[in-house]
Structures are given as C-alpha cells and as structure tokens.
C-alpha cells in the first residue's frame, strides 16, 4: 500500500546550519505531498506542500522539491534557527482521497 | 490551526474506564477527521465524520471506539473500556471540503493507567 519513510531522529544541528530530512514515498499513483511541524506541546502545522512532479513547496525558509523519479521530497532550510526545533512529518495525499498517510517523524533539535 | 479546538489537552483515565474527546471545527467546517498517533509514530487515520454522517470509519478498531458528529456541538471519539494500548495522542483536523490537509487542532493526549 501507500506510505511514507523518514529518516530517524533525532537531527541534532547547531543554530545557523544546514538542514535536510529525508522522505521517500510510495504511491500507486501521483499523491500530493506535505510537511507538517509540530512543536512541543501543540497540534500539527502545515508547513509547506507540493502537488505535482517538480512542484517546489516554500515557508519560513523551508523548501521541498517533488521529485517523481526518486520518489522523494526532502525538506531543506539553509540556516536553522532554535526556535526550528521540533517534529517535522512527512505526508502525502493521493489524488481523490482524504486520509493523509504520514511518515513516523523526525525530531529536530537545534541547539544555540 | 488554534480554529480547531480539542478537549481535554490530557486525559488520565483507569484501564475500563470511559474517554470522551472532544473535537469543535473551525466555523464553517463540516468535515471533521480522526487521527491517532502511537508514541514514536506517525499519525494514522482513524474516521472521516460530516455533520450526521460517518463516511469513513476504516481506521477505527471495531470494537470500543466510536465517534459522531451531530448537528449541534463538537464531534466526539468515545473509546469504552480503555485498555494501556490506548494511550496515544489524538488528533482531530476540519475542513470545509474533503481534503483536511491544512487545520489540525492542538491533540488529546490519552494516558491510560
């Protein structure tokens, strides 16, 4: 069936570093794609999506890029700040359903 | 995201007991979603609700847990006789369509003891 891998945490980065975290999916189909952020003590965020091949997804400095042919969609920020740190998901949406399938998350500390 | 409102943020409930959670969409959504996160995992879909209606209850374990939406008031997930493996945070997302992407509420967090 459909899902979604992460790589584990946690990713432990000094503030003003480079960011990367890995996603890979497989999909029957042409799912759309999201990262979610949840920060200690609070409900999931929306952070950035991206609907078709090679689609760029961009919020707060965080970039995704929908890559058809690796199956992926790797979250990067150029310089991370503390307050980056938190659980970032990975997700992804197929065409005409309604239930997001996520990834099992990546804790992200970022330390000052 | 503050537009969706759960409650409780924590739950403590005794193994058989009942927990009752509580989900209120933003205004002007009548698609509400279910999700459970298990410690150290992802979410996972639990049931699809429209005003009155269950569309989707796939998700859900066939015995002790259930939801409704009514017409008037929150949705609720009920889950009889909680057992430890209940424990979980419980996420509930609205939206004015079928797609919930976007509007998650804050969780309820279920510790079973």
């Known amino acids: 069936g459909d899902s979604v891998t992460q790589m584990e945490g946690p990713v432990t980065l000094s503030e003003e570093a480079f960011l990367t975290i890995n996603c890979t999916y497989t999909a029957t189909g042409y799912p759309s794609l999201f990262w979610y952020v949840q920060y200690p003590g609070e409900g999931l965020q929306l952070l950035l999506k991206?609907?078709?091949?090679?689609d760029k997804g961009s919020n707060k400095g965080f970039e995704a890029t929908y890559r058809k042919e690796t199956t992926s969609f790797h979250l990067e920020k150029g310089s991370v700040q503390v307050s980056d740190s938190a659980v970032y998901f990975c997700a992804l949406l197929m065409d005409s359903s309604y239930k997001l399938i996520f990834g099992s998350g990546t804790r992200l500390l970022v330390r000052p | 995201n503050a537009g969706v409102m759960q409650n409780p943020r924590h739950l403590v409930r005794r193994r058989g007991q009942e927990a009752r959670l509580r989900c209120s969409p933003m205004?002007?959504?009548?698609?509400v979603y279910w999700y459970r996160q298990l410690p150290e995992e992802g979410l996972k879909f639990m049931v699809y609700?429209?005003?009155?209606?269950?569309?989707?209850e796939s998700g859900m374990p066939k015995e002790r847990f259930s939801a409704e939406f009514p017409k008037e008031g929150p949705s609720i997930l009920r889950i009889q006789q909680v057992v430890r493996g209940d424990s979980a945070a419980y996420f509930c997302?609205?939206?004015?369509?079928?797609?919930?992407?976007?509007?998650f509420g804050q969780g309820t967090r279920l510790t079973v003891v």
């Open positions: 997302a609205s939206g004015s369509g079928r797609f919930p992407e976007a509007f």
């Open positions: 991206a609907t078709k091949a090679d």
């Open positions: 609700l429209q005003k009155e209606n269950i569309i989707d």
């Open positions: 205004k002007g959504h009548s698609h």
